[in-house]
């Protein structure tokens, strides 16, 4: 399928989306919102995509909403009062996903990677949430998801101040996974999206399940949720499938069943 603000590809279960609007950063607008929700109600119903990459094109990861296009009376505005749903539909993905953050990540580009799993960055890419320097504040999770990440007190600098940080300071405040240098980027987030495409998806199905339900509930609730999705593994196919493997020393073979 063709995509006008996304390119799409797919190689060994490992799918690519790279945000493509670079003159713009790729800033978000109602076409790439449909685009995103799109693709990745595709990938959520392809058995053979196991995990997912995101990155953006040009110079930026992806800039926030698009600015310009807010202030045009004429475009199709982003609407207000609810978040949209792509970003639920990066978060409650089965599969996992990893942003492969290039360049700029600012308003609800960074809340696209606070959905992800996890998030590599160039050392040149920087972070920021700067929505309150204009009069509005983040609309697409990022004061609800930050503060669970980084701890409230961080999350508070970043979302009133605004100020931006770069990739070595995200990865010391836990924002981002690990930090490479831009030529290494989309090879590393492969060398991970590799390695998870080899895991058993009902497995990462369930745990990144338990993980994410798991932080709204209180810690036996969690525990509880956490035993009940263990139980539906027991019958899987894929959990006979890695006993025998290792039994026989051989590498196994998992089906998503």
């Not at 509930?217 to 894929?238: H, N, V, Y």
Request: with cysteine.
């Amino acid at each position: 399928m063709a995509y006008e603000t996304l390119q799409f590809e797919k190689q060994d279960g490992v799918c690519l989306i790279t945000l493509n609007r670079p003159e713009r950063l790729n800033a978000i607008n109602m076409r790439m919102v449909e685009d995103l929700e799109t693709v990745f109600k595709a990938i959520d119903e392809d058995d053979e995509a196991r995990t997912v990459i995101i990155t953006g094109s040009g110079r930026g990861f992806c800039a926030g909403a698009d600015i310009k296009e807010m202030a045009n009376p004429q475009a199709r505005q982003l609407p207000a009062g609810k978040p949209h749903p792509f970003f639920f539909m990066i978060e409650d993905l089965g599969k996992p996903v990893i942003a492969a953050v290039n360049g700029a990540c600012n308003g609800g580009g960074l809340e696209i990677a606070l959905c992800c799993d996890f998030r590599i960055a160039a050392d040149a890419a920087t972070f920021g949430l700067g929505e309150v320097k204009i009069g509005v504040m983040p609309a697409g999770g990022g004061t609800a998801r930050l503060p669970r990440l980084i701890g409230p007190g961080l999350a508070k600098k970043f979302l009133y101040f605004g100020d931006r940080i770069d990739g070595n300071e995200a990865k010391r405040i836990g924002l981002v996974d690990e930090v490479v240098s831009p030529e290494n980027l989309v090879d590393e987030a492969r060398k991970w999206a590799a390695v998870l495409a080899e895991r058993p998806p009902l497995s990462l199905r369930m745990i990144k399940s338990c993980v994410n339900r798991g932080m709204q509930m209180d810690l036996l609730s969690a525990i509880d949720f956490e035993a009940k999705c263990a139980a539906i593994l027991q019958k899987s196919e894929d959990r006979q499938e890695g006993i025998m493997a290792f039994v026989e020393k051989r590498k196994p073979v998992f089906k998503g069943r």
